[in-house]
């Protein structure tokens, strides 16, 4: 079973930094995409940032843009979000996502984790 949990949340001033993680567990045969999503109070869910393994490729959200940068680390299967200079429309809840195939399946499927909480504020 494929599991993702973030963790590296919390309070932060404007201005200030946090690096999210996303822990990848379970048999993975193979993974197309690995991405941040963030929702924040009364918001729909918005991408935030992605990258696209076969492709080599990256997407960033315009409003984070030169801001924030994802990152992974194969041999920890791990993907990080550095965020720097927030802002107090960042707050949200991210979460961590991947396009993943488990052994032996036919298709990738969409996992999610369960969140981590960023607050900028004063």
């Known amino acids: 079973q494929v599991q993702l949990v973030e963790s590296g949340g919390g309070l932060v001033q404007p201005g200030g930094s946090l690096n999210l993680s996303c822990a990848v567990s379970?048999?993975?045969?193979?993974?197309?995409?690995m991405g941040w999503y963030r929702q924040g109070p009364g918001k729909p869910r918005e991408l935030v940032a992605r990258?696209?393994?076969?492709?080599?490729?990256?997407y960033y959200a315009d409003s984070v843009k030169g801001r924030f940068t994802i990152s992974r680390d194969n041999a920890e299967n791990t993907v990080y979000l550095q965020m720097n200079n927030l802002e107090p429309e960042d707050t949200a809840v991210y979460l961590c996502?991947?396009?993943?195939?488990?052994?032996?399946?036919?298709?990738?499927?969409?996992?999610w984790g369960p969140g981590t909480q960023v607050t900028v504020s004063s």
């Open positions: 996502n991947g396009a993943i195939m488990a052994p032996g399946a036919v298709q990738y499927s969409n996992y």
């Open positions: 379970g048999s993975i045969a193979s993974a197309y995409a």
């Open positions: 990258f696209i393994m076969s492709l080599r490729t990256t």
